[in-house]
C-alpha cells in the first residue's frame, strides 16, 4: 500500500517541469476540451463509456482523495478490442492531450454530467514496444503514474485492465490534489445511477 501511495502523492504531482515544445499547456487543453461539454457531442465523436464511475476507494485508496469520475473512452484510440474477455487489454500508445483518448465526467443530482477533466491511458506492455518504451511516458516532465493490480489485496488497483499508465488533467474542475492527480475531493460518484440491467426473457 505504501509504495501505491508514494506513486499519488500531491506533493510529487505538484512539483512540476515546464511543457516541452511538443506538448500542450493546460490552457489549450482546457480549450479542446471545452467542446466536450456536452455528453452528446463526445458520444458522435466515438466515445463511449462503461458506465463505471470510478473513486478513490475503489482502488484501494482512502475515500479522503476524491474520486475519478464516469470515463468515456475513444476504443479505437486505446486499441480495444471489439469484445474483450478478461481484463481490458489494448494496444494503444496515445500521449497527446490535443486528441484526449478519455473524457471524465462527473454525474449530477438531475442526472445530466459535467465534464471535468481528460486523460489519456497508455498500455504498458504496448508501450515498452515503442521507440521511447525504456521510460515511462510523461506530461511536462511528470511520469504517468502506473496502475497495475496487486493480488494480495482486496481491491482491484488496475480496476480490471491490464497494466497501465493513466494521466488525468483536471482542466475543468479545481482539485486540491493538484491538477495531475488521479483523484479529485471535490469530485463525487454519490450520483450515479449504472444503467438497470436488462429483463431476462425464459425461452419459449
Known amino acids: ?18 511543457p516541452t515544445p511538443k506538448e ?3 490552457e489549450e487543453v ?3 476540451a471545452k467542446r466536450y461539454r456536452d455528453v452528446n457531442v463526445a458520444i458522435s465523436a466515438g466515445y463511449k463509456t462503461d458506465n463505471k464511475c470510478v ?13 475519478m469520475g464516469l470515463h468515456y473512452v475513444r476504443r479505437d484510440v486505446l486499441g480495444l478490442p471489439d469484445k474483450p474477455t478478461g481484463r481490458v487489454k489494448g494496444t494503444g500508445t496515445h500521449t ?13 443530482p438531475d442526472g445530466s454530467l459535467e465534464l471535468v477533466a481528460v ?5 504498458a506492455l504496448a508501450w515498452q514496444g515503442t521507440a521511447g518504451g525504456k521510460e515511462p511516458p510523461k506530461f511536462h516532465g511528470r511520469i504517468y503514474p502506473l496502475l497495475r493490480d496487486d493480488p494480495a489485496t482486496k481491491v482491484d488497483e488496475a ?19 493538484g491538477p495531475y492527480s488521479p483523484f479529485n475531493p471535490k469530485v463525487t460518484c454519490r450520483h450515479h445511477k449504472p444503467p438497470a ?3 431476462q426473457h425464459s425461452a419459449h
Open 24 to 26: 500542450p499547456t493546460l
Open 159 to 177: 480496476h480490471g485492465w491490464e497494466p497501465h499508465y493513466e494521466q488525468h488533467l483536471w482542466v475543468l474542475r479545481d482539485n486540491p490534489n
Open 1 to 18: 500500500m505504501t509504495n501505491r501511495l508514494l506513486i499519488f502523492t500531491p506533493l510529487i504531482l505538484l512539483v512540476g517541469c515546464q
Open 55 to 67: 473513486t478513490a476507494e475503489m482502488l484501494g485508496f482512502p475515500a479522503s482523495m476524491g474520486a
Open 119 to 123: 486523460e489519456n491511458l497508455v498500455f
Open 30 to 32: 482546457e480549450s479542446v
Open 96 to 108: 497527446d492531450f490535443r486528441k484526449p483518448a478519455m473524457l471524465v465526467y462527473e454525474p449530477q
Open 197 to 199: 440491467p436488462m429483463p
